[in-house]
T-cell receptor, first 116, second 110 residues
């Protein structure tokens, strides 16, 4: 199946700093990517939809100025957590939809963020 | 997306078949049933999907009732590596983001 890669897989940062997470579709072009967040023992929560060349669409309750999303190419979307705080510590997962596949989404391995 | 209902947890002995049920009584005619699983601390993994016919691939089989109000994911010979949270999602094919419920935590033991 198609491959989606995230980097870094884990990151520890100090409170107040910004962290960038990359999501790449390795063998297909993804016009749309999705970002999820998952807290311990909970399900995945959709944060935003990232469309190549346009502004991301954020779900209700997700601060767009805090979680900056850029989808500058058909194979790369980035999520930047700005001025991170301990409550932002979570597992962040991206997924991508290929225009040529049969409809399923492919997910990255996830990025675990710990804010001290 | 149609609402789906799954049991919170199930146990299965290694080597036996694991049958995971999912209710989707309000599914509409153009919605597919997708199954994903998430092994601890990893991203979700696609398993299988179907519309109304039963489907089989190298990972699992999907049995959809004739009225499409429920389905069963079958792992024919469960292994310890199949221990994961399994999510059943009803959505239009190629549509927007997947919305995850709480899923079923399958524990496979030896």
């Amino acid at each position: 199946g198609a491959v989606v890669s995230q980097h870094p897989s884990w990151v520890i940062c100090k409170s107040g700093t910004s962290v960038k997470i990359e999501c790449r579709s390795l063998d297909f072009q993804a016009t749309t990517m999705f970002w999820y967040r998952q807290f311990p023992k909970q399900s995945l929560m959709l944060m935003a939809t990232s469309n190549e060349g346009s502004k991301a669409t954020y779900e209700q309750g997700v601060e767009k100025d805090k979680f900056l999303i850029n989808h500058a190419s058909l194979t790369l979307s980035t999520l930047t957590v700005t001025s991170a705080h301990p409550e932002d510590s979570s597992f962040y997962i991206c997924s991508a939809k290929s225009e040529s596949n049969t409809g399923e989404l492919f997910f990255g391995e996830g990025s675990r963020l710990t804010v001290l | 997306d149609a609402k789906t209902t799954q049991p919170p947890s199930m146990d299965c002995a290694e080597g036996r078949a694991a049958n995971l049920p999912c209710n989707h009584s309000t599914i509409s005619g153009n919605e597919y049933v997708y199954w994903y699983r998430q092994i601890h601390s990893q991203g979700p993994q696609y398993i299988i999907h179907g519309l109304k016919n039963n489907e089989t691939n190298e990972m699992a089989s999907l049995i959809i009732t004739e009225d499409r109000k429920s389905s069963t994911l079958i792992l024919p010979h469960a292994t310890l590596r199949d221990t994961a949270v399994y999510y059943c999602i009803a959505t239009t094919r190629g549509g927007t983001a997947l919305i995850f419920g709480k899923g079923t935590t399958l524990s496979v033991s030896s």
